[in-house]
């Protein structure tokens, strides 16, 4: 049996997140425009990160999908949560598992919301964050996509 492991990135993961993002055949990243997908931009970004959060899932040492919880180096104090699972991997959880983590992560950290955004085509990611209780709360004027947020006490 495989494990399922879950670490922060670094820059010297730049070349497995490049190569999950650009050479996956998951329609899903028509949806996911977060950043460049380059080496050395991803290698910058992963290497100057203060605050916000990149974790990979990775089964059998393979980079299966990454999550991240992010704005916190801009100064946000509700960080954006986005997840991008590989298609071989999809179906089996790991994106609600990252979602779980995510809202996990900030109750440890006393942070009191997360949002999100996703495609208005992508039901099944909207689906999988209402029923984890997020709820619409606009839309994006750069690129359409709705608007999410969860909020909880800071005790919860």
């Not at 997908?37 to 990149?54: F, N």
């Not at 899932?57 to 980079?63: A, E, K, S, Y």
């Not at 180096?73 to 699972?85: A, H, N, Q, T, W």
């Not at 997020?134 to 919860?156: D, L, Q, V, Y």
Request: charged letters at 20%.
């Amino acid at each position: 049996m495989n494990d399922l492991l879950v670490s922060r990135l670094t820059s010297e993961d730049a070349s497995s997140l490049s190569l999950l993002l650009t050479t996956d055949e998951n329609k899903y990243h028509q949806y996911f425009i977060p950043f460049a997908a380059e080496i050395k931009s991803l290698e910058a970004r992963l290497g100057s990160i203060r605050e916000d959060r990149y974790w990979g899932v990775w089964f059998d040492n393979i980079l299966a999908g990454f999550f991240m919880l992010r704005g916190f180096d801009e100064g946000y104090l509700r960080p954006s949560f986005g997840v991008y699972i590989a298609r071989v991997y999809s179906g089996k959880g790991l994106s609600s598992f990252a979602l779980d983590y995510c809202m996990s992560w900030c109750r440890m950290n006393h942070i009191a919301s997360m949002m999100l955004k996703v495609h208005p085509d992508n039901r099944y990611a909207r689906q999988t964050y209402e029923n984890a209780g997020f709820t619409a709360n606009g839309t994006c004027p750069r690129t359409g996509h709705t608007i999410m947020e969860k909020c909880w006490s800071k005790g919860e």
